[in-house]
T-cell receptor
Framework: DQQVKQNSPSLSVQEGRISILNCDYTNSMFDYFLWYKKYPAEGPTFLISISSIKDKNEDGRFTVFLNKSAKHLSLHIVPSQPGDSAVYFCAAKTYNQGGKLIFGQGTELSVKP | DGGITQSPKYLFRKEGQNVTLSCEQNLNHDAMYWYRQDPGQGLRLIYYSQIVNDFQKGDIAEGYSVSREKKESFPLTVTSAQKNPTAFYLC??????????FGDGTRLSIL
């Protein structure tokens, strides 16, 4: 049972335009959501997070939106840069599971010059 | 320089052999985790430990074992009972309320 889903395996965007990466979840008990960025042969690095009590969190070029009624979150990158090309994972956790994260399958973003 | 060190980066195993992957952190984090990544898939939790001398099974613990004798160390043993061990293994650590920090992974291949 895939509780966190990223239905787009890949996304290609032109440099300077907006990248929108999507994530859906099924467990209404999730109360904290994170986005990680991963380059090949490296570990994921934390990018941005959002608590379920908020619907938006912004950090520089990165904004995460949360729609709890739709059980959907998205990561917006504006403007996109070639260095943003990587695999992006969304992850979720519940307050009673400690630090245990459930990850989506990932979306590979390619930003073309 | 604080961080998580996984070793070795590449590991080869003969069928039927156990192999142990190392994970060390100097971030003073209480919690440590092991994940497995397969091509086209997300990270799947194998085992996690929230405190020394205690650990819990994740979603795919069969064929794996761990120990947590020291706060800094959380080694993962891939046993011969793991039928499909070829994968990229990632170790992470965190303070429970904070995002997990990951090592750079170990790629395990079967000869």
């Amino acid at each position: 049972d895939q509780q966190v889903k990223q239905n787009s395996p890949s996304l290609s965007v032109q440099e300077g335009r907006i990248s929108i990466l999507n994530c859906d979840y099924t467990n209404s008990m999730f109360d904290y959501f994170l986005w990680y960025k991963k380059y090949p042969a490296e570990g994921p690095t934390f990018l941005i997070s959002i608590s379920s009590i908020k619907d938006k969190n912004e950090d520089g070029r990165f904004t995460v939106f949360l729609n709890k009624s739709a059980k959907h979150l998205s990561l917006h990158i504006v403007p996109s840069q070639p260095g943003d090309s990587a695999v992006y994972f969304c992850a979720a956790k519940t307050y009673n599971q400690g630090g245990k994260l459930i990850f989506g399958q990932g979306t590979e973003l390619s930003v073309k010059p | 320089d604080g961080g998580i060190t996984q070793s070795p980066k590449y590991l080869f195993r003969k069928e039927g052999q156990n192999v142990t992957l190392s994970c060390e952190q100097n971030l003073n984090h209480d919690a440590m985790y092991w994940y497995r990544q397969d091509p086209g898939q997300g990270l799947r939790l194998i085992y996690y430990s929230q405190i020394v001398n205690d650990f819990q099974k994740g979603d795919i613990a069969e064929g794996y074992s761990v120990s947590r004798e020291k706060k800094e160390s959380f080694p993962l043993t891939v046993t011969s009972a793991q039928k499909n061990p070829t994968a990229f293994y990632l170790c992470a650590s965190s303070i429970l309320t904070q995002p997990q920090h990951f090592g750079d992974g170990t790629r395990l291949s079967i000869l």
